[in-house]
C-alpha cells in the first residue's frame, strides 16, 4: 500500500522559510514533487523531481524554492526561502509509482505565511 506522509508545514511571517518533507512507502517513485491549492483556486505545480535529479519548478517558485530528493529513503523534500503571503496554501505531496505509473497523493500540509 502507498503511503505519502508530509510534514512540515506551518505559519511563518513574510520572508522566513519552512522545509516540507514526505515520506513515501510501498513503491519506488519516478517522478516526485510538490503541489500546492490555495482557497478558490486550482491545485498547481510547484516543484518536482525525476529520480535522475532533474527538476522543474512553477514559475512563482524558482530562484526562492528548492526541490530535493532521497532515494535511499524514499523522501522529498523543498526548501522554501523568502515567502510570501501568497505561497499560503496546501501542499500536496505527489508521487507517481515507477511499477504501475500511478499517481499518489499526500494528505496535504497547511503552509500560511503572514504579511
Known amino acids: 500500500q502507498v503511503q505519502l506522509v508530509e510534514s512540515g508545514g506551518g505559519l511563518v511571517q513574510a520572508g522566513g522559510s519552512l522545509r516540507l518533507s514526505c515520506d513515501a512507502s510501498g513503491s519506488i517513485f519516478s517522478a516526485m514533487g510538490w503541489y500546492r491549492q490555495a482557497p478558490g483556486k486550482q491545485r498547481g505545480l510547484v516543484a518536482e523531481?525525476?529520480?535522475?535529479?532533474?527538476?522543474n519548478y512553477a514559475d512563482s517558485a524558482r530562484g526562492r524554492f528548492t526541490i530535493s530528493r532521497d532515494n535511499a529513503k524514499n523522501t522529498v523534500y523543498l526548501q522554501m526561502n523568502s515567502l510570501k503571503p501568497e505561497d499560503t496554501a496546501v501542499y500536496y505531496c505527489h508521487a507517481v509509482s515507477i511499477w504501475t505509473r500511478q499517481d499518489y497523493w499526500g494528505q496535504g500540509t497547511q503552509v500560511t505565511v503572514s504579511s
Open positions: 523531481i525525476t529520480r535522475v535529479g532533474i527538476t
